[in-house]
């Protein structure tokens, strides 16, 4: 795992980060094959991450060593996103015709469900709401699923344009989605009081965008592949992002996390994953 040391400020960290940091360049092995998602789960001090390449989703401890969370679907499908929703680890999983959501217990990591969405073509990103109704962006069918009490259906059927990342914004009670293939690689949002789909912004980031999240702030962040950056709206979506980060391989779905106030960021193109403290 490769790690700009220069970008991170240790007095920032807490002491699982400080562990973490200082062991990045002492792993046996490194499991990250092409990933895609990165959760942290705190109550057992370990990010998780998504394994487009193989299907692993691999775990990685305070120590900074790397095992697998579950080999399950281990080059059985490609993993996207994945969420963590109470106490289980929720994976976005391809290939049809039984791609949907796989479902892990966080205490014993076994595999408790699979909910296949029909006639879905890539599922991708993952979040719930605080009704805790699950949604499910479909990358190739331009679609949004969402699941309730594991039933799947069809939110939105048309207009997304190759949606990918997706994040609840609790704040305004809706859904951001990042569309690819958009007029001006636009972010949407789904009011989900009457499930209205709109263009909040054009953000011109045509190069090919992939995750979206916010920070405590409401700051909002995107990463881009073409130019391997981190781009920040630095007053929601009112103004035109700006590089927050850069340097980075094909970053994918990056993600928040709170508790270490860190923008965790998968390089898919260099099994790697990058921390970059929050200002």
Do not use: C
């Not at 990010?47 to 059985?76: A, E």
């Not at 048309?158 to 859904?175: A, C």
Request: proline share 5%; hydrophobic share 40%.
């Amino acid at each position: 795992m490769s790690n700009k040391m220069e970008q991170f400020q240790i007095k920032m960290a807490t002491p699982f980060i400080i562990f973490l940091l200082f062991n990045l360049f002492s792993y046996a092995q490194n499991l990250l094959n092409n990933p895609e998602s990165v959760v942290f789960d705190p109550a057992n001090e370990r990010y998780i991450i998504s394994n487009w390449g193989d299907g692993g989703i691999v775990q990685i401890d305070s120590l900074g060593n790397q095992t697998y969370f579950s080999d399950t679907l281990l080059n059985k499908f490609k993993v996207a996103g994945l969420y963590i929703y109470g106490d289980t680890l929720l994976a976005a999983a391809g290939d049809a015709p039984n791609a949907g959501l796989f479902g892990f217990n966080l205490k014993t990591d076994k595999q408790i469900f699979h909910i296949i969405l029909p006639d879905i073509g890539l599922p991708n990103d993952i979040t719930s709401d605080k009704q805790g109704h699950i949604y499910v962006t479909d990358y190739w069918g331009d679609k949004l699923y969402k699941v309730v009490n594991r039933i799947p259906s069809v939110m939105i059927q048309e207009g997304l344009n190759y949606p990918n990342g997706l994040f609840y914004d609790q704040n305004k009670d809706r859904l951001l989605i990042l569309s690819v293939m958009g007029k001006g690689a636009p972010v949407f949002s789904i009011d989900l009081t009457d499930s209205s789909l709109k263009t909040l912004v054009e953000t011109g980031l045509v190069g090919g965008t992939d995750g979206i999240t916010m920070d405590e702030k409401g700051n909002i962040y995107i990463s881009e592949w073409e130019g391997d950056n981190i781009y920040k709206f630095s007053k929601g979506l009112s103004e035109l992002p700006v590089i927050y980060s850069s340097g980075h391989n094909d970053p994918a779905d990056i993600y928040f996390d709170d508790i270490n106030g860190l923008l965790v960021i998968p390089n898919f193109g260099s099994n790697s994953i990058d921390f970059i403290p929050i200002n």
